[in-house]
């Protein structure tokens, strides 16, 4: 157990339609990060946040928006869902930046129809 | 990020050794080389890293050459739960955030 909580862990929704993902961080970590994992893809990196604060941005759609809250747990927003947004979205937390590791949770996976 | 190449796959029999290669002939002085493991659809699980010196901790040993060119993860003892997708990466220092999962090598443990 990695100590990261992501729930919903399945999610089923319709086109055009908006989910949250939420994600409780590791007890002491101040950096959350999104990743997307598609069956035809990698992990792909979306978006960093440490303490509140937006850290780092990778390959995130427009349609999709993350925040942090005070208590340090996230939410991802995925709106105007599209059949190619389908994923396991995974959450993960960290220490801080720099060199501390990644601690990933289960994922939430997505199935838009 | 250095860029890192793993095969694509390996066997190993339960309760031997696996030894995972890396090649990271790019890596600069300050880039750590980092293992995770993805078992199944299961989110990554981080399992060490390193950067010259070797490590070892409760899950794995992490073999550095002295070029740092490469490097070897070392499961001593491995079991039908160590079948996995094992990635290694080398993330541009400070940038442990951004890691960049390639496609890794798929360990399949056997009887």
């Known amino acids: 157990d990695s100590g990261v909580t992501q729930t919903p862990k399945h999610l089923i929704t319709a086109t055009g339609q908006r989910v949250t993902l939420r994600c409780s961080p590791r007890?002491?970590?101040?950096?959350v990060y999104w990743y997307q994992q598609s069956l035809d893809q990698g992990l792909q990196f979306l978006i960093q946040?440490?303490?509140?604060?937006?850290?780092a941005k990778g390959n995130i759609l427009e349609r999709f928006s993350a925040q942090q809250f005070p208590d340090l747990h996230s939410e991802l927003n995925l709106s105007s869902l599209e059949l190619g947004d389908s994923a396991l979205y995974f959450c993960?937390?960290?220490?801080?930046?720099?060199?501390?590791?990644?601690?990933f949770g289960n994922g939430t996976r997505l199935t838009v129809t | 990020d250095a860029k890192t190449t793993q095969p694509p796959s390996m066997d190993c029999a339960e309760g031997r050794a696996a030894n995972l290669p890396c090649n990271h002939s790019?890596?600069?002085?300050?880039?750590?080389v980092y293992w995770y493991r993805q078992i199944h659809s299961q989110g990554p699980q981080y399992i060490i890293h390193g950067l010259k010196n070797n490590e070892t901790n409760e899950m794995a040993s992490l073999i550095i050459t002295e070029d740092r060119k490469s490097s070897t993860l070392i499961l001593p003892h491995a079991t039908l739960r160590d079948t996995a997708v094992y990635y290694c990466i080398a993330p541009l220092t400070g940038t442990a955030s951004k890691l960049t999962f390639g496609t890794g090598t798929r360990l399949q443990v056997t009887l």
């Open positions: 007890s002491g970590d101040l950096s």
């Open positions: 946040y440490y303490n509140g604060e937006e850290r």
């Open positions: 790019t890596i600069s002085g300050n880039e750590y």
């Open positions: 993960a937390s960290s220490r801080q930046g720099g060199a501390s590791p990644l601690h």
